[in-house]
T-cell receptor
């Protein structure tokens, strides 16, 4: 059965603190992994992706995620968050096991407080 | 550079009414998708298309229909609106099996 689990529905954090948003998936075959961000009343925007190669991928605004095959995880991290990072973040997986279509987690709302 | 365009942005329907949500992309992508987003549930795939003339059901297709007569357009049809179809609907497209999706800005639908 397909499954993408985001372990936290909401993560409150103070500005300039580090944050980790967790994502685990279940698949026995090769996967492509994505993180999307959704700002209030907007569509989803691609934040970063892992297709192959280096297991550590980075975005242009300071986020990074590491693909861990043994733990089937793709956690998103940022060493110092800003108020503007407040948004909902979705982990997504694409594999032949899921019919080669994106399967999304339930989302994690990141609330950055001043 | 429009990307994926969805119309309308908001709509209120009465139970039993029908409507079509429009989606158009200008990137010449073969793959197009319709998702619905409900709070705490993430996005669920309704229908998808791998090219003009080809459509297939996703995870939650009941109550919806689609067509793909051109590469650019992928409309979603609700025939008999029900309160359970109150949701935010997103259209997306992708160029290939390894690429991410480009999303539209969504249509917020309320059925009363």
């Amino acid at each position: 059965a397909q499954s993408v689990t985001q372990l936290d529905s909401q993560v409150p954090v103070f500005e300039e603190a580090p944050v980790e948003l967790r994502c685990n998936y279940s698949s026995s075959v090769s996967v492509y992994l994505f993180w999307y961000v959704q700002y209030p009343n907007q569509g989803l925007q691609l934040l970063l992706k892992y297709l192959s190669g280096s297991t550590l991928v980075e975005s242009i605004n300071g986020f990074e995620a590491e693909f861990n095959k043994s733990q089937t995880s793709f956690h998103l991290r940022k060493p110092s968050v800003h108020i503007s990072d407040t948004a909902e973040y979705f982990c997504a997986v694409r594999s032949m096991e899921y019919g080669n279509k994106l399967v999304f987690g339930a989302g994690t709302i990141l609330r950055v407080k001043s | 550079n429009a990307g994926v365009t969805q119309t309308p942005k908001f709509r209120i329907l009465k139970i039993g009414q029908s409507m079509t949500l429009q989606c158009a992309q200008d990137m010449n992508h073969n793959y197009m998708y319709w998702y619905r987003q409900d709070p705490g549930m993430g996005l669920k795939l309704i229908y998808y298309s791998v090219g003009a003339g080809i459509t297939d059901k996703g995870e939650v297709p009941n109550g919806y229909n689609v067509s793909r007569s051109t590469t650019e357009d992928f409309p979603l049809r609700l025939e008999l609106a029900a309160p359970s179809q109150t949701s935010v609907y997103f259209c997306a497209s992708s160029a290939s099996s390894g690429s991410g999706y480009t999303f539209g800005s969504g249509t917020r639908l309320t059925v009363v």
